[in-house]
């Protein structure tokens, strides 16, 4: 089974939320920003790597959230909690070509990717600082 992570940056009060770029048929739709964990590689170091790779910015994972959500056969989604410790997120790596931070309040504003809607009420939870 291959792993997929998912970050779910939490700042100020705020998730931030990429808007794919690519591939078409997700083009336009947000999503937790993240990637494939690579062979010998952890989750957490997987959740790092893709967002300084897509981002630009250095985080620390500070938890992980229920459930694991299978996106296709074979491919499943984990995702991260983490703060924002160096930068400021900006998309380079051609992904996404727009990020937002939304208040928990915002959360729906956005068309979401169907495996990320999955974390959207408990991350509106952790936003505000409620356990999930």
């Avoid at 089974?1 to 770029?21: I, K, P, T, Y």
């Avoid at 952890?42 to 229920?66: F, P, Q």
Wanted: a negative charge; aromatic letters at 4%.
């Amino acid at each position: 089974m291959q792993v997929v992570v998912g970050v779910a940056l939490v700042h100020a009060g705020r998730v931030l939320a990429a808007r794919r770029s690519y591939p078409a048929s997700t083009a336009g739709r947000w999503e937790l920003p993240g990637g494939k964990v690579d062979a010998g590689e952890t989750s957490d170091e997987a959740a790092r790597r893709e967002i300084a790779e897509e981002l630009g910015c250095g985080i620390a994972v500070t938890g992980w959230l229920d459930p694991a959500v299978e996106i296709r056969d074979g491919l499943v989604l984990r995702v991260a909690t983490a703060a924002l410790v160096d930068g400021e997120p900006v998309p380079r790596a051609g992904e996404h070509d727009a990020v937002r931070w939304l208040r928990p309040d915002q959360l729906d504003e956005v068309d979401w990717l169907e495996a990320d809607r999955v974390f959207i009420a408990v991350l509106a939870g952790k936003a505000l600082g409620r356990p999930n």
